[in-house]
């Protein structure tokens, strides 16, 4: 993935916990307008457990290398992305299929950027079946 410093800013105060009780601005960033309030609470409190261990996300996207076996092999990938996500956004997912050779992308409407856990799952879960089915 390509990040920007303004991203990146967002992410390491995601995770150092910095937005943890901030529920409005959580929604914003990850999920679709019509997800309750309640629910991105509920949600963020399963997640604690899985983020008492900061990341270093500076130290993990200058590091993290790309295997050109992973990069170049014919092993159909997709890439779906939503047209609401205000994290990841359309350029920033086509340019990362792009990076791994792929021209499987799918854009999708509706959801945000946790796009398998609110009321739009189906939108991306179809289009993983239909990945599935049609590639192996």
Do not use: W
Request: aromatic residues 14%.
């Amino acid at each position: 993935f390509l990040f920007s410093d303004k991203l990146m800013k967002i992410l390491v105060n995601i995770f150092t916990g910095k937005i943890k009780d901030k529920y409005d601005i959580q929604k914003l960033l990850f999920y679709d307008n019509e997800i309750p309030i309640e629910t991105v609470k509920n949600y963020t409190d399963r997640f604690e457990e899985d983020s008492k261990f900061p990341i270093d996300m500076e130290s993990l996207a200058e590091n993290f290398p790309i295997d050109s076996n992973i990069k170049y092999n014919n092993i159909p990938k997709l890439f779906i992305g939503s047209n609401d996500d205000i994290l990841v956004d359309c350029t920033t997912v086509n340019e990362t299929a792009k990076l791994f050779n792929s021209t499987n992308i799918k854009m999708i409407d509706g959801p945000g950027h946790n796009m398998m856990l609110g009321k739009y799952y189906n939108i991306a879960a179809n289009k993983i079946i239909d990945f599935i089915f049609n590639n192996y």
